[in-house]
């Protein structure tokens, strides 16, 4: 396309910014992975649990090595936030690495609450 100017701009698209199967595979990998050592044990319903996506859609990525769509990508940030996002990453920027692990500590400090409550005969 010609400018004003006469220069030839080029296109802002293309191929370059689609991933490839290598990387779609990496990502799926990475994302099962977090659910899985997020939940250990019923994987699919927990995090049925926390997106509202079905646990049979949720089975199929891990079990068949399908990679979730966009809206459910989306949905698993909403419910993981910056623990995912950088999880699911090659190279998380340093900002968002941060994020993760003050959303991990937290996370851990209410898991350490919960089980001194216990301790303490609060169930």
């Known amino acids: 396309m010609n400018t004003a100017s006469g220069k030839i701009m080029g296109k802002s698209?293309?191929?370059s910014a689609q991933l490839g199967d290598v990387d779609r595979t990496a990502v799926q990998e990475r994302t099962?992975?977090?659910l899985r050592t997020l939940?250990?044990?019923k994987t699919a319903d927990n995090v049925a649990a926390d997106t509202g996506i079905?646990?049979?859609t949720i089975a199929k990525w891990l079990d068949r090595g399908s990679a979730p769509t966009s809206w459910a990508?989306?949905?698993?940030l909403e419910a993981y936030g910056a623990e995912f996002a950088c999880a699911v990453m090659?190279?998380?920027?340093a900002w968002l690495d941060?994020?993760?692990?003050?959303q991990r500590n937290d996370r851990l400090q209410a898991q350490i609450a919960k089980l001194q409550s216990q301790?303490?005969?609060g169930l």
């Open 13 to 15: 698209y293309g191929r």
């Open 32 to 34: 099962t992975d977090f």
């Open 39 to 41: 939940y250990p044990q």
């Open 54 to 56: 079905a646990a049979n």
């Open 73 to 76: 990508f989306l949905r698993l």
């Open 90 to 93: 090659a190279k998380p920027p």
């Open 98 to 102: 941060r994020a993760a692990r003050d």
């Open 119 to 121: 301790i303490d005969g």
